[in-house]
């Protein structure tokens, strides 16, 4: 299929649609086929459409978000827009009833708090400070444009300022707080003693019929787990290091040394009047220059004269510049004026400004000793990467159209590694790489049969892998586990013999026989704990939680029970009694603590119940 594929994209009618497509997106962009709607709605929210393209950009997100968190060795399954898109369509529904009630509330962001979010974004600044540039190149990069980032970034305020006054609106009354105290801080004591599992691991013997009955009864339990048999190459990039010569070291040596960061370094602010309205910003321009004579520090105002969004909020700073940041007119005049002068105007292209150099680093330039090492580390690896890119050019070419391995190892001089019992949760070695999973065990490979694609990997890292074996699971043989099975017969008998001794000690203490004389009889090691709350740490995790699922004991009665713990060994309990949490007994610390508790609780209930109650009243319509 996949030589087919490429056989006919190469005729005149492709070549004609590929063509037409080019010219679509020169003539119209591509975000009007991402971001606009044609009349094909996959939603409508009280008259409000929801596009497919939007709901792609909801998904894009979900997924980069999702790569954010868990990195490299996410699940594949997990990206998948079948599993994602109903949630994505939720969240684009919700979002659209609280922008509508936002709007119906009249709450507003103004293009100034805009400017100031997106300058005080650290992923658009360069040593703290704002870069128009780095701005642009991460929008770009990312799929947006300023605008619709701008827009998008305005919609999420609005949204915030709107959940803030639904939280502000909430608040906790000292009653709730007196109420919870009692719960949360609740002490209880308690007496127990604990039956292990050893004292009846070997009391009875196994028979070869009981043996066989559990082997029978339990298939599913002793079945293999499906894996497969792989042969794979592999390329790295410290596969093609060479060793580096002195004249390539003094070479790099001497461009590293003209770089922005060994050179003169000077901190800049800039007052900006944009072009446009002359007789405005000559105005402008003139009275800025009249407080500056009057000694207000440039910083104020530039915090009311520039016409700069991302440095004005910040007294007009700009960041250090090497000489070659921005425009030239500013980089001349930059370098001639001494620290603390202002500028007269500068005119470039965005408009006038006045400039001043708020602080000059004299660059210190290291020795070639110094860089020599870096250097020839930067150099071999450089050189490395582009024979390894050229490697895995031809990798990819004989991989597609060989029918196993061995002909591309032979070709490119490499080895054909193994690796057996590969299963789709494997955790460990290159193979617990998700992609080399998910092309393990793909139809492509696993049940065609064919070499997988080259796949690139963390580090500079190529692997192209083919399935040897697909080892489908099965029963194992019970002579192989046969000791796994009379462990497991026998683990069972102790428990239910465990399970009929605890049995037999409740009964005895419901009929009114003391704690202390029945744990000494039977050589039990009994345990107190008094004024256990929530979050002890002595008493084991499941006691605990037990302790506190059961209700107060009546007036002069105790509570009595016992539990199977996950390792086997019974715990038998007794609660005496219970005391109830005192709010006036807690410090200030607590008090807050519990306040903050309890107000996100209310807030994250209150948000609910609005969301809850605009889906109520909406019209939605879904395809």
């Given amino acids: 299929m996949l030589q087919n594929i490429r056989k006919y994209t190469q005729g005149t009618t492709a070549k004609i649609v590929v063509g037409l497509i080019v010219i679509s997106f020169a003539f119209f ?100 400070v704002f870069s128009p540039e780095l701005y642009k190149s991460v929008l770009a990069n990312a799929g947006y444009t300023p605008g619709y980032f701008k827009q998008s970034l305005r919609d999420d305020m609005l949204l915030s300022q709107l959940r803030s006054g639904l939280v502000a609106s909430e608040f906790v009354t000292p009653g709730e707080l007196e109420l919870n105290t009692r719960v949360i801080s609740e002490q209880r004591d308690l007496r127990y003693f604990t039956i292990p599992v050893e004292k009846y691991s070997s009391i009875s013997s196994v028979t070869e019929a009981q043996v066989e009955t ?236 064919n070499n997988s694609e080259v796949i690139e990997l963390e580090g500079d890292k190529f692997v192209v892998l083919r399935v040897r074996n697909h080892n489908v699971p099965e029963v194992k043989p019970l002579i192989s586990i046969r000791d796994e099975v009379v462990a497991a017969v026998a683990g069972e008998a102790a428990r239910a013999a465990i399970a009929a001794e605890s049995g037999t000690i409740l009964e005895q203490l419901r009929s009114g026989l003391a704690m202390e004389k029945l744990a000494i009889s039977r050589g039990y090691s009994l345990k107190a704990e008094l004024g256990v709350d929530r979050r002890n740490t002595k008493v084991r995790p499941e006691l605990l939680r037990r302790i506190f699922e059961l209700p107060s004991p009546e007036p002069d009665r105790t509570a009595t029970d016992f539990m199977m713990a996950p390792n086997g060994d019974a715990i038998v309990f007794e609660l005496q009694r219970v005391r109830p949490g005192d709010y006036k007994s807690l410090t200030d610390a607590e008090r807050e603590q519990l306040r903050q508790i309890l107000g996100g609780e209310s807030a994250s209930l209150i948000n609910n119940e609005f969301q809850h109650a605009l889906r109520e009243r909406a019209e939605i319509s879904t395809l």
């Fill in 29 to 128: 962009g591509i975000e009007s086929i991402l971001l606009n709607g044609g009349g094909n709605e996959i939603a409508d929210v009280n008259g409000e459409p929801i596009y497919p393209e939007e709901l792609q950009q909801a998904l894009d997100t979900q997924k980069r978000r999702l790569v954010a968190m868990m990195g490299e060795k996410i699940d594949p399954d997990m990206l998948d827009d079948d599993r994602l898109r109903p949630q994505a369509l939720e969240g684009l529904i919700n979002r659209k009833l609280l922008m509508q009630s936002a709007t119906a509330l009249k709450l507003a962001i103004s293009e100034r708090e805009v400017g100031a979010v997106v300058g005080s974004m650290e992923q658009f600044q360069v040593d703290g």
């Fill in 214 to 449: 559990y082997y029978s009864a339990h298939q599913e339990d002793f079945r293999t787990r499906e894996s497969v048999d792989i042969d794979y190459l592999e390329l790295t990039i410290d596969d093609f290091r060479q060793p580096v010569t002195d004249s390539a070291i003094q070479e790099a040596y001497k461009i590293a040394t003209e770089e922005a960061q060994f050179k003169t370094q000077n901190r800049v602010s800039h007052i900006l009047f944009e072009s446009g309205d002359e007789t405005n910003a000559k105005q402008r321009l003139e009275e800025a220059q009249a407080k500056l004579s009057a000694g207000v520090a440039f910083a104020e105002v530039a915090k009311e004269f520039s016409q700069d969004v991302g440095s004005a909020d910040k007294g007009g700073d700009l960041g250090y510049s090497s000489g070659d940041t921005f425009p030239e007119p500013m980089e001349a005049a930059i370098a001639k004026l001494q620290p603390g002068i202002v500028s007269s105007p500068i005119e470039t292209e965005a408009g006038t400004h006045l400039i001043l150099v708020t602080e000059r680093k004299n660059g210190e330039q290291p020795s070639l000793d110094d860089m020599r090492q870096q250097l020839q580390e930067e150099i071999q690896l450089e050189e490395a990467r582009i024979v390894l890119l050229r490697t895995v050019e031809s990798l990819k070419d004989l991989a597609f159209n060989a029918e196993d391995l061995g002909y591309p190892a032979k070709e490119l001089n490499l080895v054909v590694k193994q690796v057996d019992a590969v299963t789709r949760t494997e955790n460990q070695g290159l193979f617990s790489d998700p992609a080399l999973i998910e092309a393990a065990f793909s139809d492509e490979v696993m049940a065609s049969g």
